[in-house]
């Protein structure tokens, strides 16, 4: 039996306090190549990052349409995404890692 894989979209807090949206069907390992420099061009000056949020879609389609709209928004808006997904914005600026 094949096993389906779930799209993610998922945001990262980049050590510059800077946030990163992305897509993946592998959550553990795409962190792991985040912060071993093998991931996003973006975060590769920006290790380590922290994943803040994800959410599964159904669809590859889905996922990449949530991660263009999240890049789209302005810092303050990446901001009240976060905080009206319940991420505590206040904790996750102390990065220690």
């Not at 380590?48 to 349409?65: C, F, G, N, Q």
């Amino acid at each position: 039996m094949e096993r389906k894989t779930k799209p993610y979209f998922y945001v990262l807090l980049c050590c510059d306090g800077s946030f990163y949206g992305g897509y993946t069907v592998d959550l553990k390992r795409r962190l792991r190549e985040h912060n071993e420099g093998r991931g996003a061009k973006y975060t590769r000056t920006r290790t380590p990052v922290r994943l803040l949020y994800y959410r599964e879609y159904e669809t590859k389609s889905d996922a990449m349409k949530a991660e263009y709209a999240f890049k789209q928004l302005t810092r303050r808006e990446k901001e009240r995404f976060l905080e009206k997904a319940g991420v505590d914005l206040a904790a996750a600026g102390k990065f220690s890692g």
